[in-house]
Each structure stands twice: as structure tokens, then as C-alpha cells.
């Protein structure tokens, strides 16, 4: 029996998508990571994280929908001015309380990823855009993509886990094969998406899906889908410094992550990498990249739903190249 356990653990923490992605890497930065914010501070629940320049970023907590603006604070991060509590979340008209797990900077706006209303019963999997310059204790989403109907079922805490978005110009550099045209992707196929794909992950499926988002709200086509590369996503991060996308699991998975490449017109697992060995498997539901390069390092932030020890961010590194 106990072998049969050992077995099952091992198959659902088995990286799926490519065979390279049989093979689990040691963490390519330092080993070691440090907390990244003062304790007590955000509490539990921080899911999803992207940067806003070197000095700037923001965070989303999943109950109650929250979304903070951090600043940075020596090697950390602490909150920004106007922002000591972070603000809640709420839909388009006002009401709710949208569980916010992802969360990205683009071009035309800050967006966030959400699985369901807290208040409510059954899976919602919403992409909401919010306007950060507001001065509103709460913030009203101004613009909304219903995608529950364009994906498959999931459980009300299986939907959404992570967001991000690619340029348009990477994507078409690249090759990159539109399923819904059955052609090579062009931009011009989907006109008021802005420039770029919003790329989502789907907990349950263990899948990114990439949509065009019309950006006055409402409107959107399914581009493409693909395996995550783990039975579970939690998070996604673009890194544009080396054309990767980061697809993090959590503790489900022994904190693994794994990079895929745009290869042949689609996105495959080109690597795994296991958590940094001097860190302990965290709940690490959030990952971002720092855009910045120091001695040949660039920093890299995970979130800790679980908020282990009073802390919910904690710093690592990445080699630049």
C-alpha cells in the first residue's frame, strides 16, 4: 500500500507535455531565498503577483478579492503609499467579491484572473481590468470577459490560477499556429484586441489558454490552448528577456516549475526545474520575474497562499541570460 501512494504522488507530480519534461532540473539561481515583506503584513491568501517596472509590484489576494501596490523596500517589498491595506476587488457593477488569483501589467491595463464571487456558488471565470490611478477606496472593474462557457467544466475552486500576456510582435516572430483560424497568428484576425494575447491557466485542466480580448470588454476568441506541463497550473509568467513562459505549480507538485518555448508555431515544455533547495514547499501560488539584471542575476518574488511564518513574499534569484 504504501508504495501504491508513493507511486500515485509520484504520477500526479509528473511533469506532462514534452519528454524533456520527464527530467527535473535543480533550480537555475541560488538556492537560498529570504523573505520579502514585512511579517503580518499581507496575510494569507496572496495568489498571483507581476511587476511594474524595478520598483513597483502588485499583488492580488483571493479572499477577500484584494489587490495591493507594493513598492520596493531595500531587497523587499512593503505597501505603497495610499495603499496600506491593499483595495477590494468588486465587478463591473459594483457588487461581489471576485476571487482574484492572477494578476498582470500589459500595455492596456492591469488584469486580473478570477475563479468565482466569493459570494456566490459555482465556478465564474472571469478576466477583469481595473483602473489602478483610481482613488476609490474599492475598485469597480472597468471592463469584464465572461469566459465561462468557452472552457470546460471545472469546480468552483479549479478555475483560474494565473494570467499573463505576450506581445503580439513575439508571438508572430515566432510562428505561433492559431488553432481557431487553423493558420499562423495574425493580430489582424481579431481588430480592438490591443497588442497582445492574454494567456490563462486552468487549475483543474492543467492547461494555458491564449484569447484575444476585445479591449472595450465583453468580446474574445479563444487563439490557442496547451498543456501546462504539470496535472495543475497555478500561475504564469512571460519573461520576455529570454522568450520563456513560466508555468508554476505549488505544493501540489513539490513547488516545481517549467518553462516552454515557442517551437513549430506552438508553446512546449523545454525544461522543469524543482523549488530552490533551501526553500521549504511553500503554498506558492504567485511568481514574477524582475525585469531588472544585477551582477548577472535578475530577482524573482513567490507568493505563499499559506503565508507560512507571517510571511506571503519571499525572493529568490534567476540568471539573466
Same mark, same amino acid.
Given at each position: 500500500?504504501?508504495?501504491l501512494?508513493?507511486?500515485?504522488?509520484?504520477?500526479?507530480?509528473?511533469?506532462?507535455?514534452?519528454?524533456?519534461?520527464?527530467?527535473?532540473?535543480?533550480?537555475?539561481?541560488?538556492?537560498?531565498?529570504?523573505?520579502?515583506?514585512? #511579517?503580518g503584513?499581507?496575510?494569507?491568501?496572496?495568489?498571483?503577483?507581476?511587476? !511594474?517596472?524595478?520598483?513597483?509590484?502588485?499583488?492580488?489576494?483571493?479572499?477577500?478579492?484584494?489587490?495591493?501596490?507594493? =513598492?520596493?523596500?531595500g531587497?523587499?517589498?512593503?505597501?505603497?503609499?495610499?495603499?496600506?491595506?491593499?483595495?477590494?476587488?468588486?465587478?463591473?457593477?459594483? *457588487?461581489?467579491?471576485?476571487?482574484?488569483?492572477? =494578476?498582470?501589467?500589459?500595455?492596456?491595463?492591469?488584469?486580473?484572473?478570477?475563479?468565482?464571487?466569493?459570494?456566490? /456558488?459555482?465556478s465564474?471565470?472571469?478576466v477583469?481590468?481595473? !483602473?489602478?490611478? *483610481?482613488t476609490? *477606496?474599492?475598485?469597480d472593474?472597468?471592463?469584464?470577459?465572461?469566459?465561462?462557457?468557452?472552457?470546460?467544466?471545472?469546480?468552483?475552486?479549479?478555475?483560474?490560477?494565473?494570467?499573463?500576456?505576450?506581445?503580439? #510582435?513575439?508571438?508572430?516572430?515566432?510562428?505561433?499556429?492559431?488553432?481557431?483560424?487553423?493558420?499562423?497568428?495574425?493580430?489582424?484576425?481579431?481588430?480592438?484586441?490591443?497588442?497582445?494575447?492574454?494567456?490563462?491557466?486552468?487549475?483543474?485542466?492543467?492547461?494555458?489558454?491564449?484569447?484575444?480580448?476585445?479591449?472595450?470588454?465583453?468580446?474574445?476568441?479563444?487563439?490557442?490552448?496547451?498543456?501546462?506541463? %504539470?496535472?495543475? &497550473?497555478?500561475?504564469?509568467? %512571460?519573461?520576455?528577456?529570454?522568450? *520563456?513562459?513560466?508555468?508554476?505549480?505549488?505544493?501540489?507538485?513539490?513547488?516545481?516549475?517549467?518553462?516552454?518555448?515557442?517551437?513549430?508555431?506552438?508553446?512546449?515544455?523545454?525544461?522543469?526545474?524543482?523549488r530552490?533547495?533551501?526553500?521549504? !514547499?511553500?503554498?506558492?501560488?504567485?511568481? #514574477?520575474?524582475?525585469?531588472?539584471?544585477?551582477?548577472?542575476?535578475?530577482?524573482? &518574488?513567490?507568493?505563499? !497562499?499559506?503565508? /507560512?511564518?507571517?510571511?506571503?513574499?519571499?525572493?529568490?534569484?534567476?540568471?539573466?541570460?
Amino acid at each position: 500500500m504504501r508504495f501504491l501512494l508513493y507511486l500515485a504522488a509520484v504520477l500526479l507530480c509528473a511533469p506532462t507535455g514534452s519528454a524533456q519534461a520527464a527530467t527535473t532540473q535543480k533550480w537555475p539561481g541560488d538556492p537560498a531565498v529570504a523573505v520579502a515583506n514585512p #511579517a503580518g503584513v499581507l496575510g494569507d491568501n496572496v495568489s498571483g503577483l507581476s511587476f !511594474d517596472g524595478p520598483d513597483v509590484l502588485w499583488a492580488v489576494k483571493n479572499g477577500p478579492g484584494t489587490l495591493h501596490r507594493l =513598492v520596493r523596500s531595500g531587497s523587499g517589498w512593503r505597501p505603497a503609499d495610499g495603499w496600506p491595506a491593499g483595495k477590494r476587488l468588486r465587478y463591473r457593477d459594483g *457588487s461581489g467579491d471576485p476571487d482574484a488569483e492572477g =494578476v498582470v501589467v500589459t500595455p492596456d491595463g492591469l488584469f486580473a484572473a478570477t475563479e468565482r464571487d466569493n459570494d456566490g /456558488d459555482g465556478s465564474l471565470l472571469k478576466v477583469l481590468r481595473y !483602473d489602478t490611478a *483610481s482613488t476609490a *477606496s474599492e475598485l469597480d472593474a472597468t471592463a469584464d470577459w465572461d469566459l465561462t462557457d468557452d472552457l470546460p467544466a471545472v469546480g468552483d475552486n479549479g478555475g483560474f490560477e494565473g494570467i499573463t500576456w505576450i506581445p503580439d #510582435a513575439f508571438l508572430t516572430a515566432g510562428g505561433f499556429r492559431d488553432d481557431h483560424t487553423k493558420a499562423l497568428y495574425d493580430p489582424a484576425a481579431y481588430p480592438g484586441h490591443g497588442t497582445g494575447l492574454y494567456f490563462l491557466g486552468l487549475e483543474d485542466e492543467g492547461r494555458i489558454y491564449a484569447y484575444a480580448l476585445e479591449t472595450a470588454g465583453g468580446g474574445f476568441t479563444r487563439v490557442a490552448s496547451f498543456p501546462a506541463g %504539470f496535472p495543475k &497550473v497555478m500561475e504564469l509568467e %512571460f519573461d520576455p528577456a529570454t522568450g *520563456s513562459l513560466w508555468s508554476v505549480c505549488d505544493d501540489t507538485c513539490s513547488g516545481k516549475s517549467a518553462t516552454l518555448k515557442l517551437s513549430g508555431g506552438e508553446f512546449t515544455v523545454t525544461a522543469t526545474y524543482a523549488r530552490p533547495a533551501k526553500m521549504p !514547499d511553500y503554498n506558492n501560488e504567485g511568481f #514574477a520575474i524582475a525585469p531588472a539584471c544585477a551582477a548577472g542575476r535578475r530577482a524573482v &518574488v513567490w507568493s505563499d !497562499d499559506g503565508n /507560512d511564518g507571517g510571511h506571503a513574499l519571499r525572493t529568490g534569484t534567476l540568471p539573466c541570460g
